[in-house]
Each structure stands twice: as C-alpha cells, then as structure tokens.
C-alpha cells in the first residue's frame, strides 16, 4: 500500500502563489513513487489522455474558462511552483518511473557528445578570418568562461532537484509558472530547429566526403518551392529517425553508444592537435589582435554556440544514481575539459595557416592539405559527422525529457508525459520531436534554421542565473518586505549595467568612458546583493563565490545577446507573441485546473 503524505508534505507541495518552495531535507529521493499511482495501458490516445482539465470538457466549459482568463493569467503570473512538486507530484503524471541508470562517466561523456559537433570545425575558421585572427583563442576562453558560469547553476539546481524538466523546472520554481512557460515555449523551439539543423548539418558533411563540389547532390530539388525550401533532404530525415529511435529504446543503451562514438572523437581531436602544434609556425600568431579587442568579444558571441547542447545532460538528473556526486563532476569536470580543448583547436588552426589564408568553409581540412596532409579532409570529415552523430543522440534524450517535463506540467497535454513501462523512456514526447524536427529537416535550408534560436538560449542562460540568486537571497513566507526590496533593487542594477554596456559597445566608436561606468556600476549592485543575508544555502552542493558568479554570468548571457543583431531580436519577440497566444488561450486553464486540483485534494486530505 503507498504511504500517505504528510499535512506539511501536501502543503508545500501544492502549486499555488499562496505556497512557497519548499525545503526537503533530500532532495534526491522522491517523497512518493511514481509507479504507485494505478496503472493503464501505455498505448493509449483518448481525448481524457490529452485535454483531461474540467475546462476543456465540452464547449460551454471552455467559454466559462474564457470568460476569466485574466484572472487566471494573473494568478498564474504569481505563482511559483516547488521542490516537492517538481520531485513527486509531476512524477504521477508519467504513470511509470523513468531508470536510474547513469553515472558521472554517462554524464561526462554525455556532455562531450551533445557539445562537440560540428560547430568547432566550422565556426573556428570563420571567426578566425573575419574577426579574430589568432586571438580566437580568447574568443574561445571567453565563451568558454561564461559558458562555465551557467553550467555551475544548472548544476546547483540540477543536484538539489534532479527532475526531467532541466531548466524549465528550475525556472518554475524560482520565477514563476508564466516565465517558465516561455522557457519551455523557447526549449521545444531550440529542439526542433537545433535537431533539424543537426541533420542536415550531417547529410552536407556525408555528402562533401563523396563530392565537395556539391554538398547538395544527395539532396531532391523541387522546382516552384521557395528558396530555402526547396531542396528536399531525405537523409537528414532518417537520420533524425534513427537516433530518435536508439533514444526511445533505453537510456543506457544510448549513452554506451554516446560515450564509445565520443571517446573515439576525442582520440580524433587529440591526434589533429598534436598534428597541429608539430607542423604549426608560432610566427602566424603574429599580429595576435588584428582587429582588436572588438574583433576577439564579436567572435566571441559566435563560437560561444560550440558550447551549447549541456543543458541537455541537466535534464537526465532523474535517471541518475547518485545526483550530488554524478552531476558536478560530469557537467563541472567535462565543460572544463572541452573549453581546453577548443581553445587548443583554435591555437593549432591559426599556427599551421595564418589567419588570412585560412579557408572559413573547410578550414582544418584546408590546413592539412597545406601541410602535404590531403588525407585530413576525411578525418576532420569523419570526426565531425561523429560529432554531430552524438549531438543527435544526447539531443534526442534530452528534448524528450524536457518535452516531459512540460507535459507533467499540462502546459501541453499531459499524454506526452507518459513513460514507457519497459523501456522506462518518454517514447510520446520523444516522437513528438522527431516528427517535427524530421519535417522541418526535410524541407528548411541550414540558412533558414541557423539564426532562429541562438536569442532564446542565451537568454536562458540569464534567467537561470537569477533564478539562482532568487533562490539563494528570497524564500517567501520567510523574506521581509525591506530585504525583497533591496533584492529587487541590487538584481536590476545588475541587469541595467549589463545592458548599458551592452548598448555602450554596440553603438560607442571609442572611448571607455561608459565601460568603466557600467562595470562599476555592475560591481556596486553585486556587492550590494553580496551584503544582504542569504535566505537559503544549498543543501547538497553549490555555487560557489555567490552572488558574484551568478551576476557575471548575467553580465556576460547579456552582453552576448546584444550582439545577435536586429534580426534575432525580431525573431524572438514574433515566436514570443506566438506562444503568449497558445498559452492565453490553452495553457493557462490547464494550469490553472491543475494547480487548483491539486489545492483541493489537499484540502481533502487534510480533513
């Protein structure tokens, strides 16, 4: 028989703004299990499965939902979910529990294998030629650093609540239901467009290794289809299909795949750098800063996307053993690791070929065959396809447990919540990506899908920087209204300097006049957010040198969203309005009925 929650545990774990986040004293281990809750078919697609919310039970319950959208709106604009909640009660709605079956090994190579693609051998010779010469390398440390600062936080978060939500759950907590919503809209963007740049990324590698003339024979034109959407690629659509399938099957299976295919890799990567520092020239490094310290922060913005794909592996922490050991040493422990390694990749590029001769389409291949090495086309080729093979996969996890996540949640319909009682994998969420992604892949160019999620992650990254410190410096129900004003205070001085001098570099011609000013001003608001007393330490393990990590990630997310460019801003507020029209008009009664569910079976057990 399942053991019955606490009056206290039902409490704080009740969705609602009149409840605060709670404070379990493990974190690790489920209050309830979710297998306890009665079991039903896994194959299953009746309307209850999707729509079971009492506003959506026939047309005149809608319109009375309709009728208060903005009362709901606004009650779920203040609410913030818990710790509990994310850990047990989201879990239900899954029916089977997901397999603990990973270790810190899994993760690290987890890591490696969603980060490393194809983005290094790509970007390091673009950048390299039309902006950073040699000082790619600081590009590099740079994006690497700020890069570094948000693992840290998603790692505290990770360790302390080791859901499938990754940073939607963690947003939900600390920033609301609404904020977290769209974070999720942006989450489920950032996977079918990243999948399916990822595919066809993959079918122009395999392509080239046969013809390099033309990276599209292998592709289907249609005549009278737009341009951008008119070359059907029918590989990038298995592809996307077979290792969706392999994460479907089992996690531990997929991760074995991942961290073979990425030791591999990285005996790749290895070789091309000893390679490099033996046949490289230290007098191609000079001039270092060719164009300056603005060239070295503009390619900075751009390369910092061969370090995306690590939020990925923070949504695995509910199928990890043990969550306070796994995740800090593989999240921690593998993004040091490849931040050296890009930069020593950067380092040997620009000493084999000076950095005006580099070729910013095939620049590591190019470079071999300037050397007398012709054959090195094929391994950057090979290694590259094998990286962007592991990014499929560790994507594919990853996506389906976010997807989950969002669904346990109701934010979509709770059916692709479901988790596969043999496999003990979200096979609905997971199809639910591969099929878009796959369709998305089989018509859209690369010059399409690449500028339309890089605004949302940075972004991201930010907010999971504050929702740090709002969990470290505001509890509520324990916070005084003095020290939330002062909090409140600090953390947009924080916000504005970094946005001052992100407007500063994008509009100054010289001067440091206004850099001065605003990192002062930065340094004054963290130190001030530094004086306050901290309301919460972490439990298990955090963040350390706090607030002063977490507010320069904010500064550094900042900086590098102002230099996206007017295009990526007008992408990002149109897919924005898009998702505050679905969540007006579907998520927040879903939401709202659930939360609201929730609060009465509360009030029931509670006599």
Not at 78 to 88: A, F, G, Q, T
Not at 229 to 241: M, S
Not at 319 to 346: N, Q
Not at 467 to 477: E, F, I, Q
Request: proline share 5%; glycine share 8%.
């Amino acid at each position: 028989m399942p053991q019955i929650p606490s009056s206290r545990d039902l409490i704080k774990s009740a969705d609602s703004p009149l409840l605060s986040p709670s404070d379990s004293d493990d974190p690790t281990t489920p209050l309830m299990d979710p297998a306890d809750t009665p079991q039903k078919s896994y194959w299953r697609w009746s309307k209850q499965d999707f729509f079971p919310e009492p506003s959506f039970q026939n047309c005149s319950a809608y319109r009375a939902a309709l009728s208060q959208t903005g009362r709901r709106f606004k009650e779920r604009l203040l609410s913030r979910s818990s710790d509990d909640n994310e850990l047990v009660n989201l879990r239900r709605e899954s029916q089977n529990p997901m397999s603990k079956c990973l270790t810190w090994w899994d993760l690290m190579w987890m890591s490696f294998g969603s980060v490393v693609g194809s983005g290094i051998f790509v970007i390091t010779g673009q950048e390299a030629r039309n902006h950073a010469g040699p000082s790619i390398v600081l590009s590099y440390a740079v994006s690497g650093l700020s890069a570094l600062l948000s693992v840290l936080c998603y790692t505290e978060f990770a360790v302390e609540v080791p859901v499938a939500g990754g940073s939607f759950s963690f947003l939900r907590i600390e920033l609301g239901d609404f904020v977290a919503f769209l974070a999720a809209g942006n989450i489920l963007l950032e996977g079918i467009v990243g999948a399916a740049g990822l595919g066809r990324s993959w079918s122009s590698y395999f392509a080239s290794m046969f013809n390099s003339n033309n990276p599209d024979f292998l592709r289907i034109r249609i005549e009278g289809f737009a341009e951008g959407f008119n070359l059907l690629d029918p590989l990038a659509f298995i592809v996307l299909w077979v290792a969706n399938t392999i994460a479907m099957t089992g996690t531990k299976r997929t991760s074995l795949l991942n961290w073979i295919s990425s030791i591999v890799s990285a005996l790749m990567i290895v070789f091309i750098i000893i390679v490099g520092f033996i046949h490289g020239k230290t007098s191609n490094l000079t001039p270092f800063f060719p164009y300056g310290a603005e060239g070295v922060f503009n390619a900075a913005a751009v390369v910092y996307w061969s370090y995306t794909g690590f939020d990925m592996v923070a949504t695995m922490a509910e199928e990890t053993k043990k969550p306070s050991r796994d995740i800090p040493i593989g999240l921690v422990g593998s993004m040091s690791m490849i931040t050296v390694v890009y930069c020593l990749m950067a380092l040997v590029l620009t000493m084999m070929v000076n950095y005006t001769r580099i070729d910013p389409d095939a620049a590591y291949s190019v470079a071999f065959a300037q050397i007398g090495m012709n054959w090195g086309k094929y391994l950057v080729s090979i290694c590259a396809l094998k990286g962007m093979t592991t990014s499929l996969l560790v994507g594919s996890l990853g996506q389906g447990r976010y997807t989950t996540q969002i669904a346990r949640s109701h934010m979509i319909p709770p059916w692709f919540a479901l988790v596969h009682p043999k496999t003990g994998t979200p096979i609905y969420a997971t199809l639910l990506i591969t099929t878009l992604s796959s369709i998305v892949a089989l018509f859209s160019s690369l010059d399409v899908l690449s500028s339309v999620f890089s605004f949302s992650t940075l972004l991201i990254f930010m907010l999971m920087a504050v929702a740090l410190l709002v969990r470290r410096y505001y509890v509520s129900g324990v916070s005084t209204r003095s020290s939330l004003v002062k909090f409140v205070a600090c953390l947009c001085t924080i916000i504005g300097s970094a946005i001052g001098v992100t407007v500063f570099w994008s509009t100054s011609k010289g001067g440091y006049v206004g850099y001065v000013v605003g990192v002062v001003v930065w340094f004054l608001g963290t130190l001030g957010l530094a004086l306050l007393p901290k309301q919460r330490a972490a439990k298990v393990w955090g963040v350390p040198v706090v607030p002063w990590l977490p507010a320069l990630s904010i500064g550094m997310n900042v900086f590098l969203i102002g230099s996206l460019g007017y295009v990526a801003f007008l992408r990002f507020f149109i897919c924005s309005g898009v998702m505050v029209l679905y969540y007006l008009f579907v998520g927040v009664h879903a939401t709202h009925d659930m939360a609201n569910q929730k609060l009465g079976e509360t009030n029931v057990a509670l006599g």
